[in-house]
């Protein structure tokens, strides 16, 4: 009997659990757009503790989290955001930042995702009537296409000093903030407290169906609302799917230590295996990005035995989650190998 796929592709590639689908099944509702959905409610004030800050918007994505807090910060017409060049709403997001924001981007080359304060100084540009507005900063906590590395602490605070000193707002792309948080040992609240506005995502790690939560000041989430409207992100019964994240919370993010541990095991196997360039000490979470010769070709030749995501011509992404188990890295190291050598 052949061994089933692996989906490595991402974590977003969850099926809600058992346990998941009774919290969603027995869920209190009410009528989101009107405040009234107690389920919704308890998570956007379970969010906003968690990631220390006033207020916090249930929303139908992490796309539309960073479009909103962009279009918050950003005065249209010009303003200028500078994050990563790996970071998602340069890659990701269809352009959001000039439709939605009428932003310029400017981007880092950064480490593994991770800027420096040099760089991050070097770009905020002075004013001037020639130069574009610098505006806002973004992180990203873990770096996606960085390959899930983890912004140390001290950088982050670091970028948040330089944001205050040049009278920057900062922004945190929080996605995969849980996974850092339970890499580090570092609380959300102390990574996420000091930026104007942070967010996680529900459907990567977390493993629930849909959702992503918005936090910031009472002010700006106020403010999150109109937008919410405004694209058409408002719910009705969204109880429904944000029991899903309650659950999540109380029952996926300590596992998510799991993945990082299956992510580490995958990278030291994959290490080993010829043509594969990759520094297993480089994976810190549940992202494994490494460099072939031909990504394309590689991920065709393993479909049927592993799923994976080609990132560009020479680099491959795998990502472990809540539906890959250790024997899971076993199959697919074995299928590696077969193709690799
Ligand atoms: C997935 C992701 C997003 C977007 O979240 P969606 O819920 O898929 O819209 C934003 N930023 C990062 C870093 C992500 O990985």
């Not at 974590?11 to 009774?22: C, F, L």
């Not at 929303?59 to 970071?87: F, K, W, Y």
Request: charged content about 25%; some cysteine.
């Amino acid at each position: 009997m052949s061994a089933p796929r692996v989906n490595l592709y991402s974590d977003t590639q969850t099926r809600p659990t058992e346990g998941m689908r009774a919290a969603i099944a027995a869920a209190e509702v009410g009528d989101e757009q009107r405040g009234q959905d107690p389920t919704t409610l308890r998570l956007q004030e379970r969010v906003a503790e968690l990631l220390g800050q006033e207020a916090a918007v249930f929303l139908p994505s992490g796309t539309m989290c960073n479009q909103i807090a962009i279009r918050l910060h950003v005065r249209p017409g010009g303003d200028e955001i500078v994050l990563d060049r790996t970071a998602h709403p340069v890659n990701h997001e269809a352009g959001g930042p000039a439709q939605h924001a009428g932003a310029m981007i400017r981007t880092l080359d950064g480490d593994g995702g991770i800027y420096s304060i040099e760089q991050l100084e070097a770009a905020i540009r002075p004013p001037s009537r020639y130069f574009p507005r610098s505006r806002l900063v973004s992180v990203e906590q873990t770096s996606n296409l960085g390959g899930g590395r983890v912004w140390p602490l001290e950088r982050m605070r670091a970028v948040l000093e330089v944001a205050r000193r040049h009278g920057l707002r900062a922004h945190l792309d929080g996605a995969r903030l849980m996974n850092a948080v339970v890499a580090s040992g570092v609380p959300a609240s102390e990574y996420a407290g000091g930026f104007d506005t942070a967010w996680i995502d529900f459907t990567k790690g977390l493993g629930a169906p849909v959702g992503a939560v918005l936090a910031g000041s009472r002010e700006l989430i106020d403010e999150a609302w109109r937008f919410k409207q405004m694209m058409g992100g408002a719910f009705r019964q969204s109880g429904i799917v944000a029991a899903g994240c309650l659950y999540a919370l109380d029952h996926h993010v300590e596992r998510l230590a799991e993945d990082h541990e299956n992510a580490r095991l995958l990278a030291q196997g994959l290490a080993e295996l010829p043509g594969v360039t990759l520094d297993p000490s480089r994976v810190e979470t549940n992202i494994v990005l490494f460099e072939v010769k031909d990504a394309a070709g590689l991920v065709q030749r393993l479909a049927d035995r592993v799923e994976l995501q080609v990132v560009d011509s020479r680099h491959v992404r795998a990502v472990t989650h809540l539906d890959v188990g250790r024997s899971d890295i076993e199959h697919a190291l074995e299928a590696f190998a077969a193709v690799l050598t």
